[in-house]
């Protein structure tokens, strides 16, 4: 892949939960000195009740939480103490220059609006961080939109889209190039076979819930819980309300990568 000097490289949280290999991504993040931000699957990982206090303001059934728990009891003991510390020490808002990225919102690493959101709504939520490039995570769907702002003329906001589990119908990962106020989302080929193998033999529960997700490109269930449509989430605007919302991501590595001036970079597999 061609490669030029980046100014930065920046994650957008949820590194380690959900995945065959959160040992490997994390270290490998560390190793590469990436900046970035705390996702909310990061947060449950060294506090768990932020999942509680979730689950208590979420519809979804309660089958869904459990399986969520299972999953990060797991991850939390093959990472080990280090690992899960050096996690808790990721700031919630990583500013470079005229950039903020945050994983969900200024206010919340579980709760995030989705493309369909209108430039109003868009703009009282990520305008409150006063720059004119907000990127966020959290989403699974990747978008570019251009708002028009009352304070700085216009702000960019943009999701990057997940190096995995994306929830856009389109299995390769995903990622963001910004050269200087200009973004382009970025597909890549992502072999997902590679990593369903290494789900299926990693001892990972409900490995299949993961493994149905990354072979769709698509928000699934685990099984014996109903789906929910994945056209129902994201598309509201009160980041306090109890109805589902916004999506519960669980990734399973480093995703939402933001590469800013001409430099073009996946996690290393």
């Not at 999953?71 to 808002?93: C, F, H, K, N």
């Amino acid at each position: 892949m061609p490669v030029a000097t980046p100014i930065a490289r920046l994650h957008g949280g949820d590194l380690a939960d959900a995945g065959a290999n959160p040992v490997e991504i994390v270290d490998r993040v560390r190793e590469l000195g990436w900046q970035g931000v705390v996702g909310n699957t990061d947060e449950m990982l060294f506090l768990p009740e932020s999942l509680e206090k979730f689950e208590s303001q979420s519809s979804a059934p309660s089958p869904l939480w459990t399986a969520i728990r299972r999953m990060a009891a797991v991850t939390r003991t093959m990472l080990g103490e280090d690992r899960i510390a050096w996690l808790q020490r990721l700031p919630s808002v990583q500013i470079q220059g005229p950039v903020a990225l945050v994983h969900g919102s200024p206010e919340s690493l579980w709760r995030a609006l989705a493309p369909e959101a209108s430039d109003a709504e868009l703009e009282s939520v990520y305008g409150a961080l006063g720059l004119p490039i907000v990127i966020y995570a959290h989403i699974h769907r990747p978008y570019i939109r251009t708002l028009p702002s009352s304070k700085i003329g216009e702000r960019l906001v943009a999701y990057t889209g997940s190096v995995s589990l994306s929830y856009d119908s389109d299995c390769r990962a995903s990622y963001l190039l910004l050269d200087g106020h200009s973004p382009t989302i970025r597909r890549v080929k992502d072999d997902v076979g590679k990593e369903l193998k290494a789900l299926s033999s990693g001892g990972l529960p409900h490995a299949d819930w993961i493994a149905r997700s990354l072979s769709t490109g698509s928000p699934q269930m685990p099984q014996q819980i109903p789906r929910v449509p994945h056209g129902r989430q994201g598309t509201g605007t009160d980041l306090s309300s109890k109805r589902r919302r916004t999506g519960f991501c669980g990734c399973r590595r480093a995703r939402c990568i933001v590469t800013l001036n001409r430099f073009r970079s996946m996690c290393d597999r």
